[in-house]
């Protein structure tokens, strides 16, 4: 009995390896849209997929980015000035695009930008501080994706959109869980309404990459300019020395970020190149064995879990 289930495991992944190993042809006529190229993945990437051939449009927010970018790269490579949170950015980048891809349409948009502060406990926040995030990552996604979905049905190509296994358990307060979680509902939507147009969306979940947006030094500086914004009796209910609390984990905290970036852009990569692509990648081994897993079990282990190794406010009751 067991060596028939063993058996039938080594055969799915024999038979999934094959089927994935087969790639798209013609990458020098194909078009990739990336945004977020400034560092990080969507850097990393665009350099990738200008290596490979592709005809790559990498979006970045600031003017060294794209500096950088050009010197870094072919020139195949496009680079352009993309703010997701403004509407005549959005536009005019798709306009832009519209224009170089002409007939072809766009093989892959890869959904990339993003931020994570402002995080913290959820009553040190206000509204705006939920609304700034949520601009970049969910609705800033979804304006761009809209944007240039005609052009990426046309070409029958790939919606890449990067989440993240806080998409799926939620460890912290604040907007970022619940910005990736909105990410995996669009995706999911967004999936099942383009296959009947050919295209193919997939979403990638990377656990936690050493990168700009994850620094506990800037997360850090992130809580302090919130504690010193809150009302006395918040104060007095997490305890002058909350923060202190919190970082004190910050070595192991150090320790779980994974250095090798190409983890994640490998997963990018193959989402846009194979011809039969997964519909999602969870990228690092935190992902698959540790976060993931966590988020199927029942809450009351979860929250357990989580809250037992959590810095305690001051008047907490357990």
């Known amino acids: 009995m067991y060596e028939y289930l063993l058996g039938m495991v080594v055969f799915y992944y024999l038979y999934r390896w094959y089927k994935e190993k087969k790639r798209v042809s013609e990458e020098c006529e194909k078009y990739v849209y990336i945004t977020g190229c400034d560092s990080g993945f969507g850097r990393l990437l665009a350099r990738r997929l200008d290596a490979l051939g592709f005809c790559v449009i990498a979006s970045c927010i600031t003017e060294k980015g794209e500096g950088d970018l050009k010197k870094d790269c072919s020139a195949r490579l496009t680079a352009v000035h993309l703010d997701v949170t403004k509407t005549d950015s959005v ?11 002409g007939e072809k349409g766009l093989w892959g948009l890869v959904n990339n930008a993003g931020v994570s502060v402002p995080c913290g406990p959820c009553d040190w926040l206000t509204i705006e501080d939920y609304k700034s995030l949520l601009d970049v990552n969910l609705n800033g996604l979804i304006a761009v994706t809209l944007s240039v979905l005609p052009l990426i049905k046309k070409a029958r190509g ?8 806080l998409g799926r358990i939620s460890l912290q307060g604040g907007p970022y869980s619940i910005s990736k979680f909105g990410v995996e509902a669009f995706n999911d939507s967004i999936r099942r309404e383009m296959i009947h147009f050919g295209v193919k969306v997939i979403c990638i979940e990377p656990g936690f990459f050493r990168t700009n947006m994850s620094s506990s030094d800037v997360i850090q500086r992130q809580f302090e300019k919130l504690w010193a914004k809150l009302p006395q009796e918040i104060r007095e209910d997490y305890g002058n020395d909350y923060i202190d609390k919190v970082f004190h984990q910050k070595p192991v905290l150090e320790k779980m970020l994974d250095d090798d970036l190409m983890k994640v852009v490998s997963c990018m990569e193959h989402a846009l190149c ?3 692509p997964r519909t999602r990648y969870s990228a690092g081994w935190d992902s698959k064995f540790l976060w993931l897993p966590l988020s199927y079990m029942p809450s009351f282990i979860s929250d357990y879990l989580l809250i037992r190794k959590g810095a305690k406010p001051a008047k907490s009751v357990i």
């Open 158 to 165: 790939r919606v890449v959109n990067v989440a993240s296994v």
């Open 274 to 276: 194979a011809v039969h």
């Open 91 to 101: 536009s005019k980048a798709a306009e832009l695009i519209k224009t170089k891809v």
